[in-house]
């Protein structure tokens, strides 16, 4: 076979046996997240309908309007106090407010894992990061 031929057979085979990767859709963290951490509160579409509402003093939030209720910008700032919840004042076992602290709760598996507190608090950050990112997805226009 000559060297022409050789490359194009092994440029052929590789994207063969490589094309099943190709076409497998990306994982979406923020989703995941999403539906382990939020959709029994919120609902599986964020609509504050989830199955444990009959169950809370005050009912969820519809997370698929916050943009629109804060002006027509997704208030991150706003998002990311609610999710880690550690900086709440008062802290009782869901805070001051009927919601996890989900910083602390995000933590306690990663410090496990991990040889230090920072490596842990990374592991929070990129969770919060990707459930808001999924928050701005599911906005409506």
């Known amino acids: 076979m000559t060297t022409p031929l ?21 994982q979406d963290f923020g989703r995941s997240e999403y539906q382990s951490s939020c959709a029994s509160c919120h609902g599986a579409g964020g609509k504050g309908d989830g199955p444990v ?16 209720r804060y002006g027509g910008a997704l208030p991150t700032q706003y998002l990311w106090e609610m999710i880690d919840g550690r900086g709440s004042k008062v802290i009782g076992p869901h805070g001051t407010r009927e919601m996890p602290i989900w910083g602390e709760q995000y933590g306690m598996p990663a410090l496990a894992k991990s040889d230090s507190a920072g490596q842990a608090e990374w592991y929070v950050r990129g969770r919060i990061v990707a459930l808001i990112d999924y928050l701005q997805r599911i906005q409506v226009k």
């Open 6 to 26: 050789r490359t194009v057979v092994c440029l052929a085979a590789t994207a063969f046996f490589c094309s099943g990767a190709w076409s497998q859709p990306a």
């Open 53 to 68: 509402r009959a169950f809370l003093t005050q009912p969820p939030s519809d997370l698929t309007t916050l943009a629109r």
